[in-house]
């Protein structure tokens, strides 16, 4: 009689043979991979939307932009972590005075973060404005503008605007306008120069991807910004 050998690896040893995945492990995997699905596919209509919406509303050329009263300029830090100037910073100020010298802006809504006592981007982006030849009583301070979410809301609920221009990087300036559109705001965006595509802005646009989709998360559970406060008038 012939005996069945056993199997056995590169060393010389048994196999042990597999155990079969227990059904509760089963499940687990088809409902992380179904979420992991339903997640991707959440995130790319997201921007699809986005993307969309914004279609026509985003300029280039401050010639061909329409006026408006007041243009949101969305804060950002004017230094990287290196200590180097924030290109994103510098071309939104240009950007900014650019539209206002041109006319096609009157006041300046400076909204961005100044949660901490050493950080504060609405006094950074103002003093760089007033060095680019802006009066300083044309801007106005939005201290809470923590996220873009924050801003376009604040810039409805705080600050009353039914219609203004958003000044940022294009890529930003379209998930600006789409919740501008979403609160009841008349914008249209006006595309500051881009930074090069290097490591910080491809970091920067994957981050995108997925603000988009937290956007939409917020609108559908109409969130509120971290904070509101009094009207202020503009």
């Known amino acids: 009689m012939k005996f069945l050998s056993k199997k056995k690896n590169a060393a010389g040893k048994e196999k042990k043979p597999r155990k079969p995945l227990s059904r509760r492990r089963k499940f687990f995997r088809i409902f992380l991979l179904s979420a992991l699905l339903v ?9 699809i939307i986005v993307s969309c919406h914004s279609s026509g509303r985003c300029y280039d050329d401050a010639d061909s932009i329409p006026h408006n009263r007041v243009g949101l300029v969305l804060g950002t830090s004017p230094k990287t972590k290196r200590g180097t100037v924030n290109l994103y910073f510098k071309y939104r100020i240009e950007a900014c005075a650019q539209l206002y010298h041109s006319g096609k802006i009157e006041y300046i809504l400076i909204s961005g973060d100044n949660r901490h006592k050493n950080y504060n981007e609405p006094a950074a982006m103002r003093n760089a404005l007033i060095e680019q030849g802006v009066p300083d009583s044309v801007i106005v301070l939005d201290y809470a503008g923590f996220r873009t979410y924050d801003s376009m809301v604040r810039a ?17 300036n379209e998930r600006a306008l789409y919740i501008a559109h979403r609160v009841g705001i008349d914008a249209v965006g006006y595309n500051a120069r881009d930074v090069a595509f290097r490591k910080t802005a491809l970091k920067n646009h994957i981050r995108e991807w997925f603000a988009r989709a937290k956007m939409v998360l917020d609108l559908i559970f109409q969130h509120d910004p971290h904070f509101l406060g009094e009207p202020i008038e503009i």
């Open 156 to 172: 409805k609920k705080v600050f009353g605007q039914d219609s203004l221009t958003v000044i940022s990087q294009s890529w930003h």
């Open 39 to 47: 997640a991707l596919i959440f995130t790319v209509t997201a921007n």
